[in-house]
């Protein structure tokens, strides 16, 4: 894994969206797998800002998201489509219907989870996929487990994930308890990784980093990826 320790939040937006414009303009239909959570905003700043130069053009980019909450349709402030539409999608030339996010109100969460799997498979994998992680060191949904999970799975939040991201909603009891999250493997796959950390996220990068590579802590897997690269804040 390779580490870069960015001045502030614009510099490692700035270098990160270095990284994005490389993939993007390296193939003819580039698969990118993208990510919610605030650290990733400094740099869909930065990717509205060169679209809008016109020095990069999302017209034949194709977007996988890797989770969302269960029960909230794209419509709630708080889902991950709304997040994707907002913080990016509605800012830059791709086209919506070349933007993928799970649905979160899908009936049938095991033929979602299938649905989603197959879909990313169809277009030939991603090709540079944008993580954050959280405080327990979960990608995407991943939570922490005995296992690396597999596939894309309906998920139990587990409880430091609903508290963090209570801040969001007007009541915590709000917070959804399940998710749908694309699986570690899934991840894995990507052709490149890009995960960002703000300097709150200091110790468990070190851990990740580190550590023992163990499902406990679900990003030290990244230590196996062969194009891995982290860009964490300093203090
Ligand atoms: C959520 C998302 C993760 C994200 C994490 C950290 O739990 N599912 O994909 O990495 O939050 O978010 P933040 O960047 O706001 O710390």
Known sequence: MKLITAG???????????????VIH???????GLATGSTPLPLYRELI??????????SSVRSVNLDEYAGLPGTHEQSYRYFMNENLFNHINIKPENTY??????????AECSRYDALVKSMGGVDLQLLGVGFNG?????????VFSNK??????AEITINANARFFSDPSEVPRYAFSMGIKDIMLAKKILLLA??????IIEKAMNGDITPQVPA?????HQDATVIIIKE
Do not use: W
Request: charged share 30%; net charge negative; with cysteine.
């Open 198 to 203: 703000g300097a709150e996220k200091k110790d």
């Open 49 to 58: 800002k060169r679209n809008r130069d016109g020095k990069l053009d999302f």
């Open 220 to 224: 030290s897997v990244l230590q196996l």
């Open 26 to 32: 390296s193939k003819p239909r580039p698969v990118l």
């Open 152 to 157: 894309t799975q309906y998920i139990r939040l």
């Open 101 to 110: 996010v799970p649905n979160g109100m899908a009936e049938d969460p095991e």
């Open 138 to 146: 979960h990608l995407a949904f991943c939570e922490p487990s005995d």
């Open 8 to 22: 502030s939040q614009d510099e490692m937006g700035v270098l990160a969206a270095d990284i994005f414009a490389e």
